[in-house]
């Protein structure tokens, strides 16, 4: 296990396992920060240029997209077409990597000017879309490194990360993550992988404490999950004739929650989408370990605070 992770574990679990007496207010251990898809609103994403700056603004740890291309190589990439992030068209998997690496991976990365413009500015400075490879190549081996697989068939991507797992040395170091249950399925036939438990299981296990009141089948301990910290979602009630939906920003991340999720021993949490201070020092007093966030270079200026939590946030084991 890498000395960053390692060393992480550790003083979560500590922190985890305190108590505290009275109103007094007390300092919670520091949650990871994790740069989603190397800090999107730093940096155009998923590219070399978003990791070195989530690096250089003191991220703990890397998260980074996958896809596949039409000759099988595992690149950083997370929108379904082309057009999204780059000046080119059409899906990942229908192009080949030579091909794609004449493409612009910053090319809609905008920016707005004081006076409200809105400017380009890697227009006439591209970047090329990174392979896996080059990711795990230009991050160091300490700082640990989250994969969300968003391609099907999983199988076929599964079996490519694999390789250059295997290859790079990069097993004990990685965490796998994608919102398809069919990746845990896939990755089963690897048993070095280290994975998030299912989506489907997590989200299913808060809206159980939030609507039922009841804890269902808790994860083991040492596992991963990971949920929005916030969510747009819709309840959906069933009627004789029919059903009627309520839109809900949903914050299903609560004591009640984080304690149901470590009910078999230390579980490790991540929320997902924690991107100003008051999200920061909630999640962070709820014993949250990993924030995923948008921007290490504004999140460097909140961690740099005070934090202090009320004894009545604490959450243990």
């Known amino acids: ?13 500590l922190a985890a396992a305190s108590t505290f007496a ?25 590219t070399l240029a978003a990791i070195r700056g989530a690096l250089d603004n003191h991220a703990d740890a890397i998260w980074l997209t996958v896809q596949l291309t039409r000759d099988g190589v595992p690149v950083l990439y997370r929108p379904a077409d082309l057009s999204t992030n780059t000046n080119g068209r059409g899906a990942i998997a229908d192009i080949d990597l030579a091909e794609l690496q004449t493409l612009n991976a910053g ?37 640990p490194v989250f994969l969300d697989m968003k391609a ?41 992988a280290r994975l998030f438990e299912s989506r489907d299981a997590t989200r299913a296990r808060l809206a159980n404490v939030a609507l039922a009141h009841a804890c269902i089948d808790p994860p083991p301990a040492g596992a ?20 009627a939906r309520s839109p809900v920003t949903a914050t299903l991340w609560t004591s009640k929650a984080v304690a149901c999720f470590r009910t078999q021993g230390k579980t490790h949490i991540m929320a ?14 709820l014993g949250i370990d990993a924030l995923l966030v948008d921007s290490p270079r504004a999140m460097r200026l909140v961690t740099s605070a005070p934090l202090q939590c009320p004894s009545s946030a604490i959450n243990t084991p």
């Open 1 to 13: 296990m890498p000395p960053t992770l390692r060393t992480f574990i550790a003083v979560a679990a």
């Open 22 to 46: 009275g109103c007094r207010a007390y300092s919670p251990a520091r949650p990871m920060i994790v740069a989603h898809r190397g800090g999107t609103a730093d940096f155009p994403e998923n």
């Open 107 to 143: 090319w809609n990365f905008a920016r707005n000017d004081a006076d409200g413009a809105k400017r380009y500015p890697y227009r006439d400075r591209p970047m090329r879309v990174p392979t896996l490879v080059d990711a795990l190549r230009a991050i160091p081996s300490s700082v």
């Open 152 to 192: 099907l068939p999983a199988v076929r991507q599964a079996n490519a990360v694999a390789r250059v797992l295997d290859e790079e040395g990069a097993w004990s170091r990685v965490l796998i993550y994608s919102t398809n249950a069919a990746y845990q399925q896939a990755f089963a036939a690897y048993p070095q």
């Open 224 to 243: 991963w999950a990971a949920f929005e910290y916030a969510r747009q979602m819709e309840l959906t009630e069933t009627f004789t004739l029919g059903e």
């Open 272 to 285: 997902i989408g924690v991107n100003d201070a008051n999200d920061y020092r909630a999640a962070a007093c």
